[in-house]
């Protein structure tokens, strides 16, 4: 199936510093994006009004369609339709303490419920389904760390593999790549001071550059197949797994009735 109206990519950059190395990656991603066919849109999450979860639930207990309604106004009214307008949206942050940046995290907080409803039950445990089933989109990440490469990711990118189980199926979708900017430096460092200030010898290099932009061509291309398919719960596991899992939760039971 060809892709007959304009693509919208849209970036959410969980970065503080409008012009660091996220900013960069993401620019990228979106140039190739671009070049695919794709419009893109970067929006600084720093630059927003974004306030605090008060855990009210009131998008949680929403039990009509679309987008559930916040006590809070504030630019997550704009955000939330943003991202179900769009075609395909990429979720940049840098890595702080091994995860996405709190900005990042608070977004996510607020944007949960409101694109998710709690529906029936996974594994005798509960379940949830996106509110946002008007298309499917594609969803992809670029984290960027300043301290630890490529080769040490597994020990500081737990930001990356949360996205991954939480977009596709609360945004409603599928993930179509991701990528980490490990820390490449300027030089080696040669001295204990050096070493402690290793966040300022990083330097992004023009091979991860390049793997954004092409991040941002896969991107456009996956929407331009026609082919992506919607993560939902049944589809998280194949099936025998599943009954198989779900036997073991029958025995089991995940909860116990406080007493
Ligand atoms: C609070 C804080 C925590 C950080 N934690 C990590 C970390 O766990 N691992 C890492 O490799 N770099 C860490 N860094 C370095 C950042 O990932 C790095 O500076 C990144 O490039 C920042 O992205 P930016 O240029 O878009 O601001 C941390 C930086 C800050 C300020």
Redesign the pocket.
């Known amino acids: 199936m060809g892709y007959n109206v304009a693509m919208k990519i849209l970036v959410l950059n969980g ?3 409008p012009e ?5 990656l993401a620019r990228s991603f979106m140039a190739g994006a671009q070049a695919a066919g794709a419009q893109a849109q970067m929006i600084m999450l720093r630059d927003r009004g974004i306030g605090y979860c008060t855990n009210c639930l009131q998008c949680y207990g929403f039990p009509g369609e679309g987008i559930a309604p916040c006590s809070l106004k504030d630019d997550m009214d704009e955000l939330i339709p943003r991202i179900a307008e769009a075609d395909g949206v990429l979720f940049a942050s ?6 996405v940046t709190g900005l990042m995290a608070v977004f996510w907080e607020r944007l949960s419920w409101r694109a998710a409803r709690p529906a029936g039950s996974f594994l005798r445990s509960m379940g949830i389904a996106s509110r946002l089933q008007d298309k499917v989109r594609a969803f992809g990440a670029i984290s ?5 490469s490529e080769r040490l990711r597994r020990f ?1 990118d737990d930001g990356t593999p949360w996205l991954k189980s939480n977009a596709p199926l609360i945004l409603h979708g599928q993930w179509v790549g991701d990528m980490y ?3 490449e430096l300027e030089r080696m460092p040669q001295t204990g001071p050096d070493w402690t200030r290793i ?1 300022f010898l ?1 330097r992004l290099s023009a091979g991860q550059r390049e793997r954004a932009r092409g991040l941002g061509a896969a991107m456009a291309e996956a929407i331009k197949s026609g082919r992506l398919e919607p993560t939902t719960i049944a589809t998280i596991l194949p099936p025998p797994l599943r009954w198989a899992m779900d036997l073991v939760a029958a025995l089991r039971p995940p909860y116990r009735v406080a007493r």
Not at 20 to 24: D, K
Not at 94 to 99: A, C, K
Not at 144 to 148: D, E, H, Q
Request: charged fraction near 10%; hydrophobic fraction near 30%.
């Open positions: 970065s503080y510093r660091g190395t996220t900013t960069e840098p890595v702080h303490n091994g995860f960027s760390a300043g301290g630890f500081c900017a490990g820390a966040f990083r």
